[in-house]
């Protein structure tokens, strides 16, 4: 069982920015994709940004140039930097990991298609951008 852990939500004004960490119980990133989502009251959770085991990523259009997914496989921890962060970008950011269906095809994850099904959650960390 992997446990994650989010943390550095919190509330901004529109044009800040903010860094999301995500660390993991055990060591998750040599066979995992990780992601982040967010969701909203109302909302369908939204896929945002993905990496790979391999170091691949890939953003929702969304928050592409915006936001930028990175690892630090020795922390055993994910990011995802924030910057000039927008009032609908207000959400509960999810981290979640999902094994990687075919480990010697990676391409699912960053792709998108790895979204579904994701093996562990963390709880979630708060955005709130005012406006």
């Known amino acids: 069982q992997v446990k994650l852990l989010e943390s550095g939500g919190g509330s901004v004004q529109a044009g800040g920015s903010l860094r999301l960490s995500c660390e993991a119980s055990s060591y998750t990133y040599n066979s995992h994709c990780m992601v982040w989502f967010r969701q909203t009251p109302g909302k369908e959770r939204e896929a945002v940004a993905r990496i790979d085991s391999d170091g691949r990523s890939s953003y929702a259009p969304t928050v592409k140039e915006r936001f930028t997914i990175s690892k630090d496989t020795a922390k055993t921890t994910m990011y995802l930097d924030m910057i000039n962060l927008k009032a609908n970008d207000t959400a509960m950011y999810y981290c979640?990991?999902?094994?990687?269906?075919?480990?010697?095809?990676?391409?699912?994850?960053?792709?998108?298609?790895?979204?579904?099904?994701?093996?562990?959650w963390g709880e979630g960390t708060l955005v709130v951008i005012s406006s």
């Open positions: 979640a990991a999902g094994i990687h269906p075919d480990p010697t095809d990676l391409s699912a994850c960053v792709e998108g298609r790895r979204d579904i099904g994701m093996d562990f």
